[in-house]
Structures are given as structure tokens and as C-alpha cells.
């Protein structure tokens, strides 16, 4: 079965629950969402630093954690929008599902 969102909702300031087509809900805090940033940028240590001293680096900036916007690319990802003006993340719906936490709470 193909792996792929339903519905992507936030439900707090920092919190997006994602239903999937499967029938999995899931969550996913901003904050992991922002540390599991797939794009070369963060994941590679750029100017011989390494990925752990670009990851403090990075966690100071302000409003690093803040969504401002979430795009759909094609049928496949989706590309967050960060208050810090990061925006080349590519989330593949594999990698996005991997980052998620599955939601236990019965509403």
C-alpha cells in the first residue's frame, strides 16, 4: 500500500496530526518536524563543521520552530515553511511518516 497522508491538520501551535491513508494517525511535533529536515543543508556539515555543531548552531535561531506555511509538492511530500526563512526541506511522505509518533489518544 502506497504511503500517503489523508489529512495534515495542526491541532496546537506546536503540533500536527497527520491521518493516513492506511488508517494510521500519527503526530509530529514542529520541533521534530524542524530537526529531521531532510535537505543537504541540514543534514550535511557545511564548512567543515560537523552536523552535531550545525545542529546547536541552528537551534538558536528564532522562530526556527515556527510553521508559517506548508506546501504540497505533487502527489509525493510536502515543503515546510520555517519562521528563521528556511524553506528547502523536502518532506518525502516515507520520511514524514518516519518522524511521526503514533497517536493513541481516542477522542
Not at 494517525?25 to 524542524?34: A, F, P, Q, Y
Not at 524553506?87 to 520520511?95: K, L, S, T
Amino acid at each position: 500500500m502506497e504511503i500517503k497522508p489523508k489529512i495534515i491538520k495542526r491541532i496546537e501551535p506546536d503540533l500536527l496530526s497527520i491521518s493516513w491513508a492506511d488508517g494510521l494517525e500519527t503526530l509530529v511535533e514542529l520541533s521534530v518536524l524542524r530537526d529531521n529536515c531532510p535537505c543537504a543543508q541540514c543534514t550535511s556539515g557545511d564548512k567543515g563543521k560537523s552536523r552535531l555543531a550545525k545542529f546547536v548552531e541552528n537551534s538558536l535561531k528564532e522562530q526556527r520552530n515556527k510553521l508559517t506555511e506548508l506546501k504540497t509538492i505533487g502527489n509525493y511530500a510536502i515543503l515546510p515553511v520555517w519562521g528563521d526563512g528556511h524553506d528547502i526541506g523536502i518532506y518525502r511522505w516515507e520520511h514524514l511518516r518516519d518522524v511521526c509518533v503514533v497517536n493513541n489518544i481516542k477522542e
